[in-house]
């Protein structure tokens, strides 16, 4: 019986401040890097001149299309991965069903939400994706050369959400609570890094990209693909 309290307490903690404090953090730490970042880029009196829509629209939109850029030619399998990770590690978590029922019970709002088989193929894809990146890291040269202990940690900031999301959904390992409340935990853990490790290129990928593509088409009149 005290168990059941003592999990009951922790699990309220963890799904209201701790999620609630997470996502304040990952907010407003996104808005803040978002800021410094633009107010760098006023400073530089290169970067603001040579951005122009019709060459970034053409590079985001060819960059989106699966092996449509000669990198993705290049190395199709590392490509495909890398593809297929950075999708389902964005919209699995926004459009699963049970995140939307919490949503919803929060703030009564719902939207569209994956298919359940479809979501864990998904979440099968990030953690496979994630097990490729570790030893890709640990056995290619190339790219252990490059590689630092921080990239180790955001693999792992990646991948426990997911494997924790998995095993408690299917009810493997531990109790269901347990697995949930760790679940949570990594979540929230994943949501404050963001914006603080190089989890944030997530912002910064469209302005690097804006650049590439315009100073290509501008001064190079070539393609940056």
């Not at 479809?118 to 790219?143: H, K, N, Q, Y």
């Not at 949930?180 to 990209?209: C, K, Y």
Request: proline share 4%; hydrophobic share 55%; with cysteine.
């Amino acid at each position: 019986m005290t168990d059941i309290i003592r999990d009951t307490s922790l699990y309220n903690v963890v799904r209201g401040p701790l999620v609630w404090t997470a996502f304040f953090i990952f907010i407003f730490g996104s808005i803040y890097r978002i800021y410094t970042l633009l107010a760098l880029v006023k400073k530089d009196k290169i970067i603001l001149p040579y951005l122009n829509w019709k060459y970034i629209f053409r590079s985001f939109i060819h960059w989106l299309v699966p092996f449509n850029t000669h990198n993705w030619r290049r190395r199709p399998f590392i490509a495909s991965v890398t593809f297929v990770f950075h999708l389902c590690l964005v919209f699995t978590p926004v459009f699963l069903l049970s995140h939307n029922i919490l949503w919803h019970e929060s703030w009564g709002v719902r939207w569209w939400s994956l298919p359940e088989g479809l979501a864990d193929i998904m979440t099968l894809a990030v953690i496979f994706s994630c097990g490729f990146f570790f030893l890709r890291r640990l056995f290619a040269p190339e790219v252990r050369f490059v590689t630092f202990s921080s990239d180790y940690l955001i693999l792992a900031i990646s991948f426990l959400p997911f494997i924790t999301g998995f095993l408690a959904y299917h009810q493997l390992l531990l109790s269901h609570k347990t697995m949930v409340i760790l679940h949570m935990i990594f979540g929230s853990a994943m949501l404050i890094a963001i914006p603080f490790t190089r989890l944030a290129h997530m912002f910064f990928f469209f302005l690097t990209r804006a650049y590439l593509a315009s100073e290509a088409g501008v001064v190079r009149h070539s393609k940056d693909w």
